[in-house]
């Protein structure tokens, strides 16, 4: 079924960026689209992870490097059943996760700083949980395949924009109709791709999430906490890659608030409303203390250890703070 959901995804993709080709360039447009959609979905199937963590200036760490948020990873994964992800970190204050890779073999899971920083070890057990579920349930193929050929469509628009005052293309059998129509589709495009992934796919993740952490009120506890900041505190990465919005936890553009049409995620209360069912399906919450993924938070606060820097100095010049420091 997954398989099948990315395939379409890539004809319809592949489909649309001929589309613009044509309505810029005609026919010859056209071919010249689809000769570079082909190459992008085999580059995107293949290379579009290390792509979207690129952008985000992620840094891989281990457990020498972050011992603890490495072990809580391990953990999870452990109860998950599912191999060993690569873990990142990004240097951010917005607090928001995503998971990326085209496999569960080939994953990779990615945190800022700020969901390190502002959220309790136990929230962000709950958080990583949804992000390996994602892994599980193979949504990470179609997130970040998708993330890639939305920027590419994008930057197609852009160069409409740049040949809509040339008068002497006469390869375009629209004239100006033509370049308005590929100027308009493309700034749209992020937003058509995102509507294309169903958003049951949170939901889904969401329960997944809860039953691999052991209690689902981490989680909603968390998304509360994230919906709240990622409107107070703008991603500057994010905003550079709107298409990538989708692949987070939590949109992290601003100005999403609401469970539309046109929205990438679904409404947070009702995310939050439907943890705290399944809670009572847990029997009061499932919050054990023996939970491994708590233990291994529960150590985290208490060997004051530190989360390390992702490097590149975006987002905060003072170290982190937060359970791990």
Known sequence: MNLMRTAMLLAFMTALFMG???MIGGQGGMMIA????????????????????????AREVDARSAPE???????????????????????????????TGRNPEN??????????????????????AHELAHVQNRDT????????????????????FLLGGNRENNNNPFGFIG???AMIVAPFAAMLVQMAISR??????DRRGAEICGNPLWLASALGKIANYAHQIPNEDAERNPATAHMFIINPLSGERM??????????DNRIAALRKIATEFGGGGNDPRSTAYASADRAVRRGRSVPSAGSGRGTSRPPKGPWS
């Open 20 to 22: 613009v080709g044509y």
């Open 34 to 57: 689809l000769v570079i959609a082909a190459g992008m979905n085999f580059f995107s199937y293949w290379n579009s992870d290390r792509m979207v963590l690129s952008a985000y200036h």
């Open 69 to 99: 948020f490495y072990d809580m990873i391990r953990q999870l994964s452990g109860n998950a059943g599912l191999p060993m992800p690569k873990v990142y970190i990004y240097d951010n204050p917005q607090p928001n996760a995503f998971a």
């Open 107 to 128: 994953a990779a899971v990615a945190a800022s700083t700020g969901l390190i920083n502002m959220l309790t070890p136990e929230e962000v057990a709950g958080v990583m």
């Open 141 to 160: 193929l179609t997130m970040t395949v998708t993330a890639t050929l939305a920027g590419a469509i994008s930057m197609l628009g852009n160069f409409a």
């Open 179 to 181: 370049i308005l129509v």
């Open 200 to 205: 049951t796919r949170e939901y889904s993740a």
């Open 259 to 268: 469970d539309n049409l046109f929205s990438t995620h679904p409404n947070t």
